[in-house]
């Protein structure tokens, strides 16, 4: 099988497509024939290098994080999971365990995973769509709901709306009943209305911070100055879910709001709801490109870029 290794930090030049053996499923996991990985800006992180504290690596390290893929057997203690099952799911980072095994990472043609980092993938869609799901929808509901408890009538600003996180939370905050309001460049605001934001502003053009207040929730995708400016549209105790930078709790209590850097937790039954809810339609997955194996490189250089709408999809 495939591998897409990171042999070096530094940047995407440095990864290699490679021959290993198909891994061995250990008595916990699933060996999954992958259908697709979708790429993420941790990917891009981890690469260059400057995550090597909260991540370290063991290079060579196989590169991706979210997958989609058949069930092609399954360990000893798995139940509830068979041969030829549809599944989507994530690594953590991790601490790689050599070249012969594929454990650590997604983009690869075989992987080896623990059961409980699985959901079904999304029936009567593109298996290779579910790989989209993970991280980015994953760390949208963990920020809206299970840290900034967004209710039915509240009013929650989310950065980087076209993004991949940022286009899950807004449909995800308006299935909530949530009042959005959302930032992305003007090519982009035809898009995000569609996915229900009521109100669009352009980052590019103006500041979001003259004329927004009163704001329950932001979800601040993009951090430093946008970070800055964001407490100031937040109501008193409202909330400011980072996922990027960690916010500065003088600046928080300064403004009296609560403010933490959430970091993605991975939980197939989180996961199993998101499917669940593209698979009834209630929730969209916004393809923006699809690669070939063989054109990973790209496929990261189009995540790096910063301005992709929706997910960078890797097809095996
Ligand atoms: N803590 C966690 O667990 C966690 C999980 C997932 C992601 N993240 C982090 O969250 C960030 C976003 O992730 P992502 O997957 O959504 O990234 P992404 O898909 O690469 O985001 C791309 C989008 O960001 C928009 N954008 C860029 N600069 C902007 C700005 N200043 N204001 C508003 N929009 C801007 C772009 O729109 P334009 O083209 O219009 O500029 C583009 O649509 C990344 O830094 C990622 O590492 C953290």
Redesign the pocket.
């Known amino acids: 099988m495939k591998a897409l290794f990171l042999n070096q930090y530094g940047d995407i030049g440095n990864t290699s497509l490679e021959e290993i053996p198909v891994p061995t499923p250990a008595p916990a996991e699933a060996l999954v024939r992958v259908a697709a990985a979708s790429v993420?800006?941790?990917d891009?992180?981890l690469l260059s290098g400057i995550y090597q504290t909260p991540f370290p690596l063991t290079l060579p390290y196989v590169i991706g994080i979210d997958f989609s893929g058949t069930i092609e057997e399954t360990g000893s203690l798995i139940s509830g999971w068979k041969k030829g099952d549809q599944v989507i799911g994530r690594f953590e980072p991790a601490p790689g365990l050599g070249r012969e095994y594929s454990r650590t990472g997604a983009i690869a043609e075989y992987v080896a995973i623990p059961a409980r980092q699985l959901a079904p993938a999304p029936a009567q869609h593109p298996l290779i769509h579910g790989a989209a799901l993970p991280?980015?929808a994953?760390?949208a509901w963990?920020?809206l709901f299970e840290f900034g408890n967004l209710r039915a009538n509240q009013t929650v600003l989310i950065?980087?709306?076209?993004?991949?996180?940022?286009?899950f939370a807004v449909q995800l905050a308006k299935l909530a009943g949530a009042h959005v309001v959302a930032?992305?460049?003007?090519?982009?605001h035809s898009l995000v209305r569609g996915l229900g934001a009521d109100e669009v502003i352009d980052?590019?053009k103006k500041d979001f911070s003259d004329s927004l207040q009163g704001v329950d929730l932001v979800l601040d995708?993009?951090?430093g100055d946008?970070q800055l400016r964001s407490y100031k549209v937040l109501r008193q105790n409202g909330i400011l879910a980072?996922?990027?930078a960690p916010p500065d709790q003088e600046v928080a209590k300064q403004y009296q709001v609560s403010a933490s850097?959430?970091?993605?937790?991975s939980d197939g039954s989180r996961l199993g709801l998101i499917s669940s809810l593209v698979e009834s339609n209630k929730l969209r997955i916004v393809v923006?490109s699809i690669f070939p194996l063989a054109e990973s490189q790209e496929a990261l250089k189009r995540?790096a870029?910063?301005?992709?709408?929706?997910?960078?999809i890797i097809s095996m």
């Open positions: 993420n800006p941790l891009v992180k991280t980015a994953g760390t963990q920020a950065h980087a709306a076209a993004g991949g996180v940022g286009h930032t992305a460049s003007e090519h982009k980052y590019q995708t993009i951090g946008t980072a996922i990027t850097r959430v970091g993605h937790t923006d995540t870029s910063s301005h992709a709408s929706g997910k960078v």
